[in-house]
Structures are given as C-alpha cells and as structure tokens.
C-alpha cells in the first residue's frame, strides 16, 4: 500500500512536468511563429513570387497590374517604367538571400526555384527579343531603378557569377545607358554614385567623380545625431533610410578596397550608420507600427532599410542585441503585410497597412511598394547565426510602454 501511495504521486508529478513541458514548447513556438526564419520565408515567397515568377516566364507585362497614384504625375510614364522599377527593388532585398547555401531542406528547394526563376527574369529583361525586355533609357526614374539592381548585385556575387556572357554585357550596358540623365540634386547623387560602384567592381569602366561627387556633397548635407539632409533643406521623413544610409554603406564597402583618400570619411560613416540604426529601433512601436510621417511611405517595411542592412552586415551597434533587432524587425514585417487587403490578386497595393492609395505620392506607380522587400535582408544570414539563434527579446519601445525599466536614448554628438 506505502509503495501504491509512492507511485501514484510520481507518477502524477511525471504528468505534471510532461504538462508543463507541453506548455513550455507551446509558448516557444508561438513566440517563434511570428519571428522566425521560417515566418520570415513564408512572406518573402508571398510578396516575390508573382514579380519573379512572371518574368522568369516572360509575362511580367502581362501578369502585372498598372496602377498608379490617384495623383500620379504622367501615368503613361509612371506605367512604362514600373518594369525596371519593380525587378530593382526585388532583386535589391532578395539578392543576399540568392547567395547563401544551407539551410532546411524546405528552404533549399525554395531557394533553388527563386535562383532559376531570378537568373531567367534577368534574362528575359535585357534580352531585346524578350517579351518582358526593358529599356533603360525612357527617363530619370530609370537612373534610380537600374541603381537599385546595381545594389543587388553587390550584395550578392553569386548573381554575377551564375548570368552568362551576353546577358552580363547588356546589364553593364543598360546601366550606362542611364548616364545620359542628370540626379536630382538630392538623394538621386547616391544613385548615380551605385551605379558607377557596380560598374567598378564588374567592368572597370567607371567615373569616379560622379562616386566622389556624391560622397563629398552627402558630407555637406550631414545635419548632426546620425542624420542627412535630402538635399539643400532638411525633411523629417525616411529617405535617411530608403536611401542614404544604405547605400552610403553599399558605396564605402567597394570604395574603400579601392582607395584610403576617403578613410577620414568611411570613418564617420560609420558611426553615423550605428547611431542611426538606434534611432530606427527606437521608432518602432510595441506592436511594430511606426509614424506614417513623410513621403514614400507606401514602402511599407522600406523604413527599416538601413537597420536590416545593419543586422545582414553584422555591424549593429552595442546598444543593439540581434535578438532585440529581429523581434522588432519581425513585428514591422508582421504589421505591415497583416491587413488583407495589402495584397489584391497577389500584388502589393499602394498603402502603409493595407490598401491607402490615398497616401501614395504622384510618382509611385504598382513597382514602388516592392523596396519593402529590403526587410528580408537579414535572411542573407545563415540559420545558424546568432540573428537567427539568439533568443526573441523586447525592443525598447515594447520594453518602455510595458512598463520595464530601459535606457534612457540620447544624442551622440557624432560630427
């Protein structure tokens, strides 16, 4: 009888553990269901696929909605590039990813699909017999689209190394052709400067002036704390990530293999590329969303370019932990592609949190929204690395509206 009494408590104590054990692996799986890799490629593959698929099959044009702003500028135009534009801002978020090996068997697959699927598009839109093939020379927009394929390219090699000969002359043709037009003088210097990198690094043939051009005049528009100007005046809105940020990096990566006369320069770029990433974390509220301030906020997710370029590159600042950085990441992806009618037939729509058209500006036409594919940079990284690994923690302002005692932000004074 004293050995029943015995057993049956252990073995409801067994029960007990084996049930708090079940929670235990409940709750880690739904914390990980909204931040994990897998959350992660699930949203890649849905936003990507109809861009990449389409033009893969050389009905891109076919495929493809032609919307446009309700206060579009010249929608005939608007429409004509939206071509370059959209293979751009994909190619620019999904590049990294493109170049990485390993992973689950399920994300091999998908990996391979997109790396056919991607080397095909590239194909078939310089290839002048190609249904889908897309010139580059009908405008300005087509300087800042070809620069945001030049910023795939050098995020990732292996697109390079995988186009065959033909197709390699005709992209490094393509992009000369868009010398002919002048950057607005603003963030479009940066523009220009990327696309005279790329061709630095896969040709040789390259002006470095306009790269010089373009590095010298962004020091004059650094206002203090992190910060550019777009330009002669200053406006609060996310171009300083969009844009600047990123591609200032993007600049310095190759430059500085090529020269030490900027090294003074690359030096304070990159403080101001730590101190900016702290402001973009800060910005993110508790549930992911974020001040719809400023134009271009249709690009959704872009907003965070600069602090995913950050995590991919492995250059957060202290202050920053990766587990911190993916679960506010997370929540900006997650909120940002929630609402249903963010996608129609597939394709994005013109909104910050779902369909908004009327906060598209008159530029934006059905290519624009894709830059937020800049999210996914960080899958770029393998699943092993510590942006993957590390545990899921409160980002600060998820930490300070739940009442947690956190650091206090304050300006660095970076010069």
């Not at 408590?9 to 909204?34: C, D």
């Not at 978020?93 to 056919?116: F, H």
């Not at 330009?231 to 940020?245: L, R």
């Not at 510590?386 to 650091?407: C, H, L, Y």
Request: net charge positive.
């Amino acid at each position: 009888m004293k050995i029943k009494m015995r057993i049956i408590p252990f073995f409801l104590l067994l029960l007990a553990v084996q049930f708090v054990r079940g929670q235990i692996v409940k709750q880690k799986s739904t914390g990980n269901k909204e931040t994990g890799r897998t959350f992660w490629l699930q949203e890649m593959d849905r936003m990507l696929r109809p861009v990449l698929r389409s033009l893969a099959h050389d009905s891109l044009r076919l495929n493809m909605p032609q919307m446009t702003s309700n206060r579009v500028d010249n929608r005939e135009h608007r429409i004509k590039v939206q071509y370059v534009e959209v293979l751009g801002r994909a190619l620019s978020g999904i590049a990294p990813w493109l170049s990485l090996n390993g992973g689950s068997v399920a994300e091999r697959k998908l990996r391979d699909q997109y790396r056919t699927w991607t080397i095909q598009a590239l194909k078939n839109a310089l290839d002048s017999n190609a249904r889908d093939f897309m010139r580059f020379d009908l405008g300005g927009q087509q300087l800042v689209d070809a620069s945001f394929i030049a910023l795939g390219f050098m995020r990732s090699p292996w697109l390079w190394d995988h186009l065959d000969q033909q197709t390699r002359k005709n992209l490094i043709a393509s992009i000369k052709i868009t010398r002919q037009f002048r950057p607005a003088y603003s963030n479009w210097l940066l523009f220009s400067a990327m696309n005279e990198v790329f061709l630095a690094k896969y040709s040789e043939d390259w002006d470095a002036m306009r790269v010089d051009y373009a590095l010298q005049q962004l020091e004059q528009w650094y206002v203090g704390d992190g910060m550019y100007m777009d330009g002669p005046q200053y406006a609060f809105d996310y171009y300083n990530s969009y844009v600047i940020h990123p591609f200032l990096a993007g600049i310095m990566d190759l430059i500085q293999l090529k020269t030490q006369n900027y090294d003074n320069m690359f030096a304070k770029i990159k403080l101001r590329n730590e101190r900016y990433a702290i402001i973009q974390e800060r910005l993110i509220n508790a549930d992911g969303s974020f001040p719809p301030t400023g134009r271009s906020v249709i690009y959704r997710a872009a907003t965070f370019h600069h602090l995913a370029d950050m995590a991919f590159k492995k250059r957060l600042p202290r202050e920053l932990t990766n587990g911190q950085v993916r679960g506010a990441l997370s929540a900006v992806l997650k909120k940002t592609t929630e609402n249903p009618s963010t996608y129609q037939n597939g394709w994005l729509t013109l909104g910050m949190y779902g369909s908004q058209p009327g906060l598209a500006d008159s530029y934006n036409n059905q290519g624009s929204p894709y830059l937020c594919s800049v999210i996914f940079l960080p899958l770029g990284l393998p699943d092993d690395d510590p942006f993957w690994t590390s545990e899921v923690t409160d980002w600060s302002a998820k930490r300070i509206w739940s009442g947690q005692d956190w650091n206090s932000d304050h300006s660095k004074g970076i010069h």
